[in-house]
């Protein structure tokens, strides 16, 4: 049986392929790639998100909609989801990205994921890329629990030293690499009791921070 195209894997079908195109081609390949597009898909999902989650959880205040907005459209959500729909599989990318694992970089998949929501805004209108984003987000949003928001792992990794008197984590910035433009971040989070250090890459030194820190939660409460 042959894979399924990544039309199928989106439930979308474009009018303009070359908007798919161009949404799953990194810069990497050469222009047009999908930088605007994810420029355009980023406040569109920001706008959806928020009008979804003030619909479901209409006593929750301002700040809790805001923490929970931020978890459901950070990287590591967008990279799950990207994984979810075999995007890699699918990216035009240059050759120096793709003999570096380009393909399997959360940066790249969660950037061509909003860059595909841009697209299909332009293809088909707002209520298409609504539609399908909510589409896309049906479980993260059922799982949501009112009045109580995901805390970010940074946050939950102090909280849990916090509660059993231990020191706060540290972290170290290990490497910085790529162009100014496209930075990629090597983070390391020390804990003195017990002793652990995990290492965390991400796209800013908070989303690298961010990763390492959720390593060590699970390593520390599996």
Aim: hydrophobic share 40%; glycine share 8%; with cysteine.
């Amino acid at each position: 049986m042959a894979e399924p195209s990544i039309a199928d894997r989106l439930g979308y079908r474009f009018a303009d392929p070359a908007l798919l195109r161009n949404a799953l081609t990194h810069r990497s390949f050469g222009t047009p790639n999908n930088e605007r597009l994810e420029f355009l898909g980023d406040g569109i999902l920001d706008f959806v998100i928020a009008s979804l989650l003030y619909q479901r959880f209409p006593e929750l205040p301002e700040g809790d909609l805001s923490r929970l907005r931020a978890n459901l459209v950070r990287q590591d959500t967008l990279h799950q989801l990207a994984k979810s729909l075999d995007l890699g599989q699918s990216l035009r990318l240059g050759e120096g990205e793709l003999r570096s694992g380009g393909a399997e970089r959360p940066s790249i998949l969660a950037d061509a994921l909003e860059a595909i929501l841009g697209a299909i805004y332009l293809d088909g209108g707002f209520e298409k890329a609504a539609g399908f984003i909510e589409r896309l987000y049906t479980q993260e949003i059922a799982a949501l629990k009112p009045g109580s928001p995901k805390k970010d792992p940074k946050t939950s990794l102090q909280e849990w030293l916090q509660g059993r008197k231990k020191a706060l984590p540290q972290y170290e910035l290990l490497e910085t690499s790529g162009a100014s433009h496209e930075q990629h971040f090597t983070v390391a989070c020390h804990i003195q009791n017990p002793t652990l250090r995990t290492v965390g890459q991400g796209s800013s030194r908070r989303i690298a921070e961010q990763a390492a820190a959720e390593l060590a939660l699970k390593a520390l409460n599996p």
